[in-house]
């Protein structure tokens, strides 16, 4: 594998999460989170700054770790963008109640003997910002790196849940029908794999379509993805399609739809494309009419887009990490936030319930025994049934209603797919819950 | 000259806003603001939006009339960009004292022997966004095409007046001495054509350097200019600079400094990388703590920047309206805004005061008669002592003192240099002024 390749394998395992093993595989052991701070290591320093201080699109080392300890909260920085914008009016309040016990808080690493702390686990996830609420106040906040509390970061697959309860919002007030055919309302999809797949299938990822997220074939459909929307370099003499759209249309079938749950970000792009055409909005105008501007949240938002501008649904939104927890605790609320219902308590119900088990156990994720997905989020059916948006290289945002807690997290974890943060992230959150509890 | 050549020049002229002659040549008459309005061309409607309707950096669209009424107010759709942070406060209050004579004020359109109303100068200036402050009140708003309150446009080289006070100010300050060389501040530049000129004279634009802007010719030294710095596409096999200061420390020395004005927008370029050096901050940062933050904006803004970061001082900035007329109030109220001292009062008077008038005239503004340009902005010595702040296609904050009335404005007028807009532009603002005064 040649040295252009590794990069694009790593930059492929940081956007899209999955088959790290390998990336993992091609690197050194990583720099920790106290040695690759983004402040101390000095990137983007200098006017201009020093070439080994640089960071730029053209290299790719804009998705390389550790830029990425910089780079992810700086992305508009790399790429074209829209507003999500916040609206005129103040912000909601954040009362504080914050607590000097959590950082003692032990919990036990999924497949380990020993015990951690809350504090240590924030260092072995690379976490870059979090804030916790309980009760609607904020218990706990920190930021590392170069985050601060109006600092946006890209939130990665995150993105998906905020569309997957907007597309189920759209389905609940009939704008979209869940059992019709993708192809109603995207004729353009009628030839490729979502010719015969319906708004529900897409909406909890049960879709048969031909698309590899194994980034070590270099033939991966992954590759054609992100090169298609623009997100990493396109070779010299490139011909493929230049959006996503565009690439979606290329999409074949394999295999059928509704009987398994397979983690494919096309399918966050086919949703958007459906709000689209669903709502007359594009995803970004829908997320600032329905959630910023009606959460009252404290900044702007922005999406990342291609080069017809259309967002990334699948992963492009990026925002503070108080206003992640802001969409965090409206769900625990059952839609209702800063005075008004945002979101049908119906759909807030439908995604507490989650997907068929049976579903998501084919798809093999070990760390998340016993699980479902249901309009993009992930629900762990647990004893407080908590519910999760997950975003590579440790994004999330964990709703426990039992324990009237909600967690938002950015993270730049070196290695992209969640399981290898969260033994040191699920457990972590569960123990806060209960220690809240008491 | 070649289909691609001819529209890089368009692409120059509406960029730099010199020589457009020759780029009105190459033209038909342009359309009408009424028959070029954004909204009834249906830019970027669709999803996608049809081939014909799309605008797109590849291709260099987003610089081309009639596509730029919509583009100017979307440049981070193209671009990479860095927030400018209004900060967290409440927006500095803005009271209304709506006037309805003001579209019925006549004026005599330069040159010309009939007369003209304000309200049918706003279609012939091809305006976008206008808002009147009078006695620190508005007094008239208008928006066009896709603009709107909160809706961000490109300012062009408005943005060279906000860093030219804020340049002025560090000299005020000591922390940039305006007799030293700008290579004591910029060994970089030691061997280049600033290696012996010094911060006043790049301050006030009378620095003697080869560069054409001139687009016309295709050696032009503008063409390289936003080639390195990523405005505008690069042609395969581009092996130039990649950034604003890679292109600086080409630039050779031609004729003497200190003896003419000459308008080049690397000067901007050059005093960007003095602040940045006088400061300890990028240009952006240091508007955003210097005048966003303490001016009480409503919107963020945002800097387009090249390939390491570095801000377009020149001409990057876009913000909303309001909030150039909030700048424009504050210099009128001699650096004092939203209960501070934002702006040392001296620099504002030494503004006021302008440049040497024989300096000015030999650059041969026709629309400019006895004017004078100082600290990057043009002071008219009118009976008004009013002084702007000016950009290709229309963009301006006019302040007139004795008036007590602040004008900003949005345009996209199809051809760049404000020669072809100040005929109907400086008359009505004057008339306006003169009525307000009644």
């Known amino acids: 594998m040649t040295g252009r390749s590794t990069m694009v394998g790593i930059v492929m395992a940081a956007t899209m999460g999955l088959g790290t093993d390998a990336a993992l595989a091609q690197q050194q052991p990583p720099l920790s989170a106290a040695d690759s701070d983004p402040v101390k290591m000095g990137w983007m320093i200098g006017s201009p700054p020093p070439a080994d201080k640089l960071i730029q699109f053209s290299n790719g080392s804009h998705f390389s770790f550790p830029q990425t300890r910089w780079s992810f909260a700086n992305f508009r920085r790399f790429l074209p963008t829209s ?8 912000a909601s309040p954040l009362p504080r109640a914050e607590r000097s016990d959590i950082d003692a808080v032990t919990f036990q690493p999924l497949g380990q003997s020993g015990t951690m702390t809350w504090a240590e686990s924030l260092a072995a996830n690379y ?25 946006t970061h890209i939130a990665m697959s995150v993105t998906k849940s905020f569309f997957g309860t907007l597309g189920a919002t759209l389905v609940a007030e009939g704008k979209l029908d869940e059992k019709a055919l993708v192809s109603q309302y995207i004729p353009e999809l009628k030839d490729t794999a979502y010719g015969d797949a319906t708004v529900r299938q897409v909406l909890d990822m049960t879709v048969g379509v031909k698309y590899s997220e194994n980034y070590a074939d270099p033939k ?11 997100l990493v370099p396109r070779p010299p003499g490139y ?33 958007g494309w459906l709000i689209r055409r669903g709502s007359g909005k594009t995803v970004g105008e829908l997320l600032s009419e329905r ?17 017809e501008g259309t967002e990334f649904a699948g992963g492009g939104l990026n925002a503070t990490v108080r206003d992640l927890a802001r969409f965090g605790e409206m769900m625990r609320l059952d839609g209702a936030y800063n005075g ?27 760390t998340l025994p016993g699980w479902s997905y249901r309009d993009m989020w992930w629900v762990s059916h647990n004893e407080h049934g908590a519910f999760m948006a997950r975003g590579v290289n440790g994004q999330a945002i964990y709703v426990d209603s039992k324990a009237e807690m909600v967690i938002a997290r950015f993270g730049s974890h070196p290695l992209a797919a969640n399981a290898y943060n969260d033994p040191t992230t699920l457990p972590a959150f569960d123990a806060l819950a209960r220690h809240l509890m008491q």
Request: proline fraction near 2%; hydrophobic fraction near 35%; charged fraction near 25%.
């Open 83 to 90: 507003n999500v914008w916040r609206g005129d009016g103040a």
């Open 127 to 151: 976490t870059d910002a979090i804030v916790v609420f309980h009760r609607g106040k904020i218990v706990y906040e920190r930021y590392f790196g170069v985050m601060s509390p109006h600092a």
């Open 220 to 230: 991966a459909e992954i590759f054609d993805h992100v090169r298609a929307g623009g």
């Open 239 to 271: 011909s493929g399609p230049t959006s996503f759209y565009g690439f979606l249309k290329t999409l074949k079938k394999e295999g059928q739809h509704g009987e398994a749950f397979a983690y494919k970000t096309v399918n966050s792009d086919v949703l």
């Open 291 to 307: 959630i910023w501007q009606k959460l009252g949240m404290e900044q702007d938002a922005y999406m990342l887009i291609d080069s």
């Open 340 to 366: 008004q219902q945002i979101v049908p308590k119906a759909v807030v119900d439908d995604i507490r319930n989650g997907g068929r088990k049976s579903d998501f156990e084919k798809a093999g994720y070990k």
